[in-house]
């Protein structure tokens, strides 16, 4: 079981960048692909970046692509997503997840075995 607790939220305007936080506790960490996923109010959960459990290996939705990078620390057990050129469309609640195929980076809500409770990013024009 591993449990995941975000933090970094808030409210930015746009053009502003937000780095997001995304602690992990209980079991090992590092054997464990991570992902970032969103979802803004009546849409669908969808992928933002994931990273293999060494780091070495990373994918982004298109969207977000060259404005968004994800990293990890496994030394903190921490997985960070830092955002940059923020705009309006990027405003949702940003989930992180952990999947325990480690070099799998899934792009679907169902590859992933643990879900934090999320952290609201808004964006103002």
């Known amino acids: 079981q591993v449990q995941l607790v975000e933090s970094g939220g808030g409210l930015v305007q746009a053009g502003g960048s937000l780095r997001l936080s995304c602690a992990a506790s209980g079991r090992t960490f590092s054997g464990y692909a991570m992902g970032w996923f969103r979802q803004a109010p009546g849409k669908e959960r969808e992928f933002v970046a994931a990273?293999?459990?060494?780091?070495?290996?990373?994918y982004y939705a298109d969207s977000v692509k060259g404005r968004f990078t994800i990293s990890r620390d496994s030394n903190e057990n921490t997985v960070y997503l830092q955002m940059n050129s923020l705009e309006p469309e990027d405003t949702a609640v940003y989930y992180c997840?952990?999947?325990?195929?480690?070099?799998?980076?899934?792009?679907?809500?169902?590859?992933?075995?643990?879900w934090g409770q999320g952290t609201q990013v808004t964006v103002s024009s």
């Open positions: 997840a952990a999947d325990q195929r480690p070099l799998w980076l899934g792009v679907r809500v169902l590859d992933y075995d643990f």
């Open positions: 990273i293999s459990w060494s780091g070495g290996s990373r």
